[in-house]
C-alpha cells in the first residue's frame, strides 16, 4: 500500500511561485511512476505533469509547459511540482498520484495511477 501526502498549497498573487511537495510511503517509490494533477472548480481532474521513477523524463500538460518544473527525490520519497507564473486559471486542488507498474507513457491518463493524495489547494488571485 502506498500512501501519499500533497503540502505547500496556498494563496498567492499572478505571477508569484509555489512549490508543492507530494511525502510518498512505501519502500518501493523509487520504481513508480509520479504525476500530478489538478482539479479545478466544476471541472474535471486534469493531468499536469509527470516523472519517470529515474527522474530521466518529464512530461507536462500544454498548459503549464515552461512554467511548471515537476522533480523527485528517490532519497526521501518525495516528488514535488515547482509552479511558476502562476496565472488565475492555475486555481484547483492539486493531486499527487503514483503508477506502481512504473511505467512510461505520454497518455497519462487518470487511470494508469492507482494511488492518490488527498489534494491540496492552490489559489491565484489578481
Known amino acids: 500500500q502506498v500512501q501519499l501526502v500533497e503540502s505547500g498549497g496556498g494563496l498567492v498573487q499572478a505571477g508569484d511561485s509555489l512549490r508543492l511537495s507530494c511525502a510518498a510511503s512505501?519502500?518501493?517509490?523509487?520504481?513508480?511512476?509520479m504525476g500530478w494533477f489538478r482539479q479545478a472548480p466544476g471541472k474535471e481532474r486534469e493531468f499536469v505533469a509527470a516523472?519517470?521513477?529515474?527522474?530521466?523524463?518529464?512530461y507536462y500538460a500544454d498548459s503549464v509547459k515552461g512554467r511548471f518544473t515537476i522533480s523527485r527525490d528517490n532519497a526521501k520519497n518525495t516528488v514535488y511540482l515547482q509552479m511558476n507564473s502562476l496565472k488565475l486559471e492555475d486555481t484547483a486542488v492539486y493531486y499527487c498520484?503514483?503508477?506502481?507498474?512504473?511505467?512510461?507513457?505520454?497518455?497519462?491518463?487518470?487511470?494508469?495511477?492507482?494511488?492518490w493524495g488527498q489534494g491540496t489547494q492552490v489559489t491565484v488571485s489578481s
Open positions: 516523472i519517470r521513477w529515474s527522474g530521466l523524463s518529464t
Open positions: 512505501g519502500r518501493t517509490f523509487s520504481n513508480y511512476r
Open positions: 498520484a503514483a503508477d506502481s507498474t512504473g511505467r512510461w507513457s505520454v497518455n497519462n491518463a487518470i487511470r494508469e495511477y492507482d494511488y
